[in-house]
Nanobody
């Protein structure tokens, strides 16, 4: 059974940083591309970035580029999202996903 479990969300002030984690189980992790998506209050899902665990290549949306860094540790079946210079527009529920599967999400709130 495939499971994705996110953690690391919280409340942070504008300009602050957070690191999210996503533990993936039930799949061959190294063969998977894992993405981070988010959903702001009242809005749809927004793709932020993806990482190919086989070759380490990553891609970013314009909103994430330059501020967010995605990485993975294959030995831990874990994908990380380092988020820097956060602003209130980054508030939302953050999910990791692979193929059509998504975790339960972790809430990120950026507020002074």
């Amino acid at each position: 059974q495939v499971q994705l479990v996110e953690s690391g969300g919280g409340v942070v002030q504008p300009g602050g940083s957070l690191r999210l984690s996503c533990v993936v189980s039930g799949v061959t992790f190294i063969k998977r591309t894992v993405s981070w998506v988010r959903q702001a209050p009242g809005k749809g899902l927004e793709w932020m970035c993806s990482i190919n665990n086989l070759d380490g290549n990553s891609t970013y949306s314009d909103a994430a580029k330059g501020r967010f860094i995605v990485s993975s540790v294959n030995a831990k079946n874990t994908v990380y999202l380092q988020m820097n210079n956060l602003n209130p527009k980054d508030t939302g529920m953050y999910y990791c996903q692979t193929a059509a599967l998504r975790g339960q999400g972790t809430q990120v709130t950026v507020s002074s």
